[in-house]
């Protein structure tokens, strides 16, 4: 069956410092791949998506985000965390001809 | 723009009572779906709908149904609430094809 693993369920980066939260897809073909953003209380934002083409992909934000077929990676990236990126992330993927199935979330928490 | 608007967005309700968790969105996308959110586990995939008149089953349908009489409608029924079903539900649509979800701000149920 088709799945998405978020590895890390709570990271905490300082102010200013780079963050990768990892996702890793369970598929046979390359699915479609997403990834949203939840602030507390709130519904989800989509970051970016990877359909096909260039496997580096930039979001809003300043979130970016690389397809490694041969890793079956999804990995988020940020140069530079603000406090305000404090949030829940979820790595998505979409089968063909159904809908998406969510990793079960990465809660990052920035220290000043 | 309202985008998806779901009623109600807090609910308190005694066990073996039923419930309907509305779902409108103003978009005219074809595909509608509700999820639930749990800590810990992400979110899960009750029902989906592809078009009007038509509606699937996902990760953990029991216990809910779901109907599509139109393209802006998708409630979701609870005909027998039990506390298990305690969650904040998520209802959201894409134009089919794109992956690309918009959500709504979420119901928050609470089944004693």
């Known amino acids: 069956a088709q799945s998405v693993t978020q590895p890390d369920i709570h990271i905490t980066v300082s102010e200013g410092a780079s963050l990768e939260l990892r996702c890793n897809y369970s598929y046979g073909a390359t699915p479609y791949l997403f990834w949203y953003v939840q602030s507390p209380g709130q519904g989800l934002q989509l970051l970016l998506k990877?359909?096909?083409?260039?496997?580096l992909v930039q979001g809003i934000k300043g979130f970016e985000a690389e397809f490694k077929r041969s890793q079956s990676s999804f990995n988020l990236r940020k140069p530079s965390v603000h406090w305000s990126d404090a949030a829940e992330y979820f790595c998505?993927?979409?089968?063909?001809?159904?809908?998406?199935?969510f990793g079960k979330g990465t809660t990052l928490s920035v220290s000043s | 723009t309202a985008g998806i608007t779901q009623a109600p967005t807090s609910q308190i309700l005694a066990a073996g009572r039923s419930m309907t968790l509305r779902c409108t969105q103003d978009?005219?996308?074809?595909?509608m779906y509700w999820y639930r959110q749990d800590l810990g586990l992400g979110l899960r995939l009750i029902h989906y709908s592809n078009t009007a008149g038509t509606t699937g089953k996902g990760e953990v349908p029991d216990g809910y149904s779901v109907s599509r009489a139109n393209t802006d409608d998708f409630p979701l029924t609870l005909a027998s609430a039990v506390p298990s079903q305690t969650s904040v539900y998520f209802c959201?649509?894409?134009?089919?094809?794109?992956?690309?979800?918009?959500f709504g701000e979420g119901s928050r149920l609470t089944v004693l």
């Open positions: 990877y359909f096909s083409g260039d496997t």
């Open positions: 978009m005219r996308h074809n595909a």
């Open positions: 998505a993927v979409v089968p063909a001809g159904t809908a998406l199935i």
């Open positions: 959201a649509s894409s134009q089919q094809g794109t992956g690309e979800l918009f």
